[in-house]
């Protein structure tokens, strides 16, 4: 591929979705988009560059969906759910109660759905401390593909056992001949919605706790600062946002504090 094409398909993809991609991943980006130019009967990718300038709503959701990276397990890093169950939810859990509200939990890039099950299974484990309280997981994507997976909810003995115990497994999931498919009762916690963090998030509604992994790594400073603004907006003034293991918000911008707990879970400031 050509530099110049390789610089407009990069620019397309920032635009669509906020992901940079630095210098040299010309043979990620060709390996990625190769299917998706047979599939549309594209034959170079000069003249896929040419067609996303105008494409429809199809090519680019398909261009989005090659160049987005789903990759997830269960319980990943651990920290992040012990935090969840043992900082998040108890302190929240009083609040709402006190309250009468309901407690609305965000993932924000739900990938394949192992985060938002996950967070689905520590709530269903935590029944006693909430109970009472209305809890709800709302888990969004930008990749329809990724999100198809998620709300089927099936999956291969391999991504089971990445992170869930064998007890959890069969708490949680039921065998469907040699995969696993989430039980009714954990499904039904999570609303799987398409949502690109770049575009209005207005529809996501009051949020108490976001878990917002190992996606804003693929953006640049300005960008991550932007939906982190976004993201201020629709969290409560005392929710959490927990953010994956390498991301940092130091010297990225001022509208959330690392908590005394943890470097990777914020609060708004005020
Ligand atoms: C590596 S996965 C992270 C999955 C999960 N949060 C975890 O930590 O295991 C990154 C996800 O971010 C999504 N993503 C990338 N850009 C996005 C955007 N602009 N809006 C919403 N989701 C986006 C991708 O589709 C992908 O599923």
């Not at 990943?76 to 009468?100: C, Q, S, Y």
């Not at 056992?161 to 039980?183: C, P, Y």
């Not at 994956?244 to 990777?264: D, I, K, M, S, W």
Request: overall charge negative.
């Amino acid at each position: 591929m050509q530099e110049h094409t390789y610089q407009a398909i990069a620019r397309f993809v920032a635009q669509e979705s906020g992901i940079k991609l630095s210098e040299g991943k010309a043979y990620m980006v060709e390996t990625r988009l190769t299917p998706v130019m047979s599939k549309f009967g594209i034959s170079s990718f000069e003249h896929l560059a040419t067609q996303l300038m105008a494409a429809t709503g199809e090519l680019r959701q398909a261009v989005v969906d090659a160049m987005t990276t789903n990759e997830s397990f269960f319980f990943r890093d651990r920290t992040p759910f012990e935090l969840f169950e043992k900082v998040m939810l108890p302190r929240m859990a009083e609040e709402k109660r006190a309250n009468g509200q309901p407690l609305r939990i965000w993932c924000a890039a739900a990938a394949t759905g192992q985060e938002p099950y996950s967070l689905a299974i520590s709530v269903l484990e935590n029944q006693r401390l909430l109970e009472d309280i209305d809890v709800s997981i709302l888990a969004t994507d930008i990749s329809q593909a990724a999100l198809a997976t998620a709300e089927d909810g099936l999956y291969t003995q391999f991504e089971a056992q990445r992170g869930l115990s064998a007890q959890r497994l069969i708490t949680h999931f039921e065998q469907e001949g040699i995969a696993w498919r989430v039980k009714p009762q954990l499904r039904e916690l999570i609303e799987f919605k398409e949502l690109n963090l770049l575009k209005n998030l207005h529809q996501v509604g009051p949020v108490d706790i976001v878990f917002c992994r190992n996606v804003l790594i693929y953006f640049d400073v300005e960008t991550k600062c932007h939906v982190l603004g976004k993201i201020k907006k629709q969290i409560s003034p005392d929710g959490f946002l927990m953010l994956g293991a390498a991301e940092t918000l130091v010297g990225v911008c001022g509208e959330f504090l690392p908590t005394r707990e943890h470097q990777n879970l914020f609060q708004p400031t005020v």
